[in-house]
């Protein structure tokens, strides 16, 4: 009798072929978020963000009451992945959203250095003159 194609490997063959089949068929980036570090008017909180296929589908996040932040992160196709960081401002009296602060970064983002990859960024709200602080930083799960 042959031996078992099981012997001398921990749990079997089965747990390591779900792993790789896993692997082969998750999405590149599946396990990777960005978190967004945000100090708003004295409030500070994280947003988080995983890779997405439909960019133009992703809401901005309220943030105070005066603005909206946005992440897009794209990992797939390699020609557009990226890291994309949008605020705009929110005034009742005022059409739309304008954009006041855009942000691009490479994906993969490079090495993460004392505030992420982004570094410390600040965005100033254009009536009242609030300072948005954030950074962002990429996370593998």
Same mark, same amino acid.
């Given at each position: 009798?042959?031996?078992?194609? $099981?012997?001398?490997?921990?749990? #079997? ?8 089949? =896993? ?5 590149? #980036?599946?396990?990777? =978020?960005?978190? %967004?570090?945000?100090?708003y008017? #004295?409030?500070? !909180?994280?947003?988080? &963000? ?6 133009y ?8 009451? @005066? =603005?909206?932040? !946005?992440?897009?992160? +794209?990992?797939?196709?390699a $020609? ?9 401002? /929110?005034? $009742?009296?005022? $059409?739309? +959203?304008?954009?006041?602060? /855009? &942000?691009?970064? &490479?994906?993969?983002?490079? &090495?993460? !250095?004392? @505030? #992420?990859?982004?570094?410390?960024n600040?965005?100033?709200?254009? !009536?009242?003159? =609030?300072?948005?602080?954030?950074? %962002?930083?990429?996370?593998s799960?």
């Amino acid at each position: 009798m042959p031996p078992s194609p $099981d012997k001398g490997r921990p749990g #079997g063959v089965a747990p390591y072929l779900a792993t790789l089949l =896993l692997a082969l068929t998750s999405p590149a #980036g599946a396990d990777e =978020l960005v978190a %967004c570090h945000l100090d708003y008017a #004295g409030t500070n !909180r994280t947003i988080e &963000a995983r890779p997405t296929a439909s960019p133009y589908t992703v809401a901005p996040v309220e943030v105070g009451s @005066y =603005l909206l932040f !946005r992440v897009v992160f +794209r990992t797939e196709p390699a $020609d557009l992945a990226s890291i994309k960081l949008y605020t705009y401002a /929110q005034h $009742d009296d005022v $059409d739309g +959203r304008p954009l006041i602060h /855009q &942000a691009t970064y &490479a994906y993969p983002p490079t &090495a993460a !250095r004392e @505030y #992420g990859f982004t570094g410390l960024n600040h965005v100033y709200e254009p !009536r009242y003159g =609030l300072v948005l602080d954030y950074w %962002c930083e990429a996370i593998s799960k």
